[in-house]
């Protein structure tokens, strides 16, 4: 079955430290890729997304993604984190005419 | 901006009763979807539609059915609300996958409570 794999279910980090969060699919073919972000409260909103073209992505808030389509991956990147990153993220992969599948999802934790 | 607006941010139902979940948005968007959210299984999608009146089951279809009979509306519907069926919902909307930008915009999300 097609799925989407995070590597990690809880982090915790300390403030300026650099985080990297694992994002695997196993879909064979174009994919769209994706990360949503769940802060505390608030709803699912979209921090970066990946179509085509250049497979390093920049998104909001310092974020960014590499996408690595031999390896099926899509890993989450900041270099220096910061307090109020703390929420729960989300990989999530469709395919063109397909639905969106979302990952079980990365709980954050930085320490002030 | 796009809005997706989910009726209710809290319900609270007892076992048995039929409930209905209520999901609006504003863009004209051809897709919308249901998911429910737990702890340590992250979203998982109940029912999609990508058209009026069309609907296909996602990964956990059992119990729920759904209603799109406008396009900016798509309802999930329990028939018989049952204990495990506690959980957040979210509603989500998208344009068609055949375009390129196909992201997932959000609503609120809806705390159901079956007691």
């Known amino acids: 079955a097609q799925s989407v794999s995070q590597h990690n279910h809880h982090v915790i980090l300390s403030e300026a430290a650099s985080l990297e969060l694992g994002c695997n699919y196993s879909y064979g073919g174009t994919v769209n890729l994706f990360w949503y972000v769940q802060y505390p409260g608030q709803h699912l909103q979209l921090l970066l997304k990946y179509f085509s073209g250049d497979p390093l992505v920049k998104g909001i808030k310092g974020f960014e993604a590499e996408f690595i389509k031999s390896k099926f991956s899509f890993n989450l990147r900041k270099p220096s984190v910061q307090w109020s990153d703390t929420a729960e993220y989300f990989c999530a992969v469709n395919k063109k005419d397909d639905k969106i599948i979302f990952g079980k999802g990365t709980r954050l934790h930085i320490l002030p | 901006d796009v809005k997706v607006t989910q009726s209710s941010r809290y319900l609270v139902k007892r076992t048995g009763e039929k409930v209905f979940l209520e999901c609006v948005q504003d863009?004209?968007?051809?897709?919308m979807f249901w998911y429910r959210q737990d702890p340590g299984l992250g979203l998982r999608l109940i029912y999609f539609?990508?058209?009026?009146?069309?609907?296909e089951k996602g990964d956990i279809p059992e119990g729920y059915s759904v209603s799109r009979e406008k396009k900016e509306r798509f309802s999930l519907i329990l028939e018989s609300a049952s204990t495990n069926q506690t959980s957040m919902y979210l509603c989500?909307?998208?344009?068609?996958?055949?375009?390129?930008?196909?992201?997932?915009?959000f609503g609120q999300g809806t705390r159901l409570t079956v007691v």
């Open positions: 989500a909307s998208s344009l068609s996958p055949r375009q390129e930008n196909t992201e997932a915009f």
């Open positions: 539609s990508y058209d009026v009146k069309m609907k």
């Open positions: 863009m004209d968007h051809e897709n």
